[in-house]
């Protein structure tokens, strides 16, 4: 399906109706009767966030010339629900007390219910995405290789095994997958074959590879209030990107070392923060070498710049 | 669809070859390569466990006729891998270190991982029924109900408001919402119509509840050996059937009491198990009350006879 090619204030406004469908799903489907469940999902929810896995779903959708918005508010929901389940599971596992400016789940409710919470918002994706049947075949992989990806991270840590190619690995599964899903689903809801679909499907992945390689950098440079989580605890985790840059040298090696003072070493040997924004920009350059074959659009414009947004954003 | 009647040797045959696939699809499922993850969730799964709820669903597909017990053995092993992920938490939360007479995942893997293996059950689950999509509503429901039944749970425990009928309502929705999926799903798979199915889900549903209350018993009167899971702790985290039978002597009034010293008290009181058991006995007469509509058949029987196991089991 290729619709008319839609002005630039027209796109403006159906994101904006797409991403409030988007809210009005998620709050919809955790309005559970449940007052803890319906509370601490509000409570992560309304906090905000940056909300770029349902955007690249929108703008995949409308760059392909899907016109109506409202069709893909549910599953654009389920995908940002299930980050934000993720979210919530991770800072139980992290202590994070600081999520989105706001304290965490688990600080608020407690260890219990904070994993009960990420437990109902993964039910919660389930019910959004139960009447469609190939999306949820594209999406329950994301949603594995997420809980792999993390799993992947805290093997490493624990086993002091993080390395470069461990790092890329374990982004590739808890973000990259997740935001490759994001765009394929919304090229399919168009009506693209899968050949289409996977081009942006690999645009959605090389920009979630830029995107938690931007997060990470951010972590380590950030500080604690301008990032509106705890700062440091991601460092501490190992995830720091000066560990991708530099531990083994790109070379598949066995080279382990501790991470907390690999990036402590690396980051006052100077470099590491630049390679890594370097990296990034590369990722996205790749990412936006998919788009050509798309018809000029706002709308494929808009995925251009969210490419730029996700490298050049400060928080 | 009416499928032949089929002898008790053949019933039996084909209840075999279905738990077999059913093992089978979920080792295949859990196989990642991660290897904590495989390694947690192939522990869980082998230590076996009664695997009811996939026989429910078999036993059910079978009673209405289907004869092809292959097909249905993803969505029973995705109901059997949601309950698995359920007590992988529970066990987190609750401290538990036995489970299914060996150490729990929590006590071998620690924290961490519990949570992540529970969550990648629940994505194994999301991964098995993503090609279905009517029964992925059916279930979607009945996993958004066990998370609530679970936190009602916490929340009645925490705020001290475990009253019979909180209890009711916490195992109708942690326990009995999946049997009726699996018993919903079992009979919707040989092509009947809402009706019919929605009959048989109301027997999975109060065998669910009998199921609940009859385990709520053994947790009580059990030592730990026989049960193979931590004694006790049910009993102190205000669950028992002692409460659920006393507690606001079913006039759904404010009466909130302790529920550990409840228990207690209402043990030396004497009847109060007997009264449980005589409930269940109760709930199960009004389950196979259900099944008057179904043409006689081993799979009938053998339904009925589930029935009975459910609350004579001694463990």
Redesign the interface.
Known sequence: MTGTVASPARLSKQLDDGLAAVERAMLDVTN??????RAASQHILSAGGKRIRPRLLLLTYLALGGDDVARVARPAAAIELMHTA?VV?DD??DHGILRRGRPSVNAIWG???A??????L??????L?????QL??D???A??A???G???Q??AVKNNTFTREVYMDIIALKTAALFRAAAVIGAKMTGVGENEANELGEFGFNLGLAFQITDDILDIVADEESLGKTSGIDVHQGRGVAVALHAGNGNGSTQVIDPVEAIKRKMMEGDSIEKARAQAALLVDSAVARLSALPDSPAKQALADLALVVIQRET
């Open positions: 559970s009767r449940v007052e803890v469940l993720s599971h139980i596992n260890r219990t219910f994993l009960l919470t990420g437990d109902f993964f039910t919660a994706v389930y019910e995405m139960a009447p469609y049947q949820n075949v999406l329950a992989r949603a594995t997420l809980v792999e993390e799993t992947l805290a093997s």
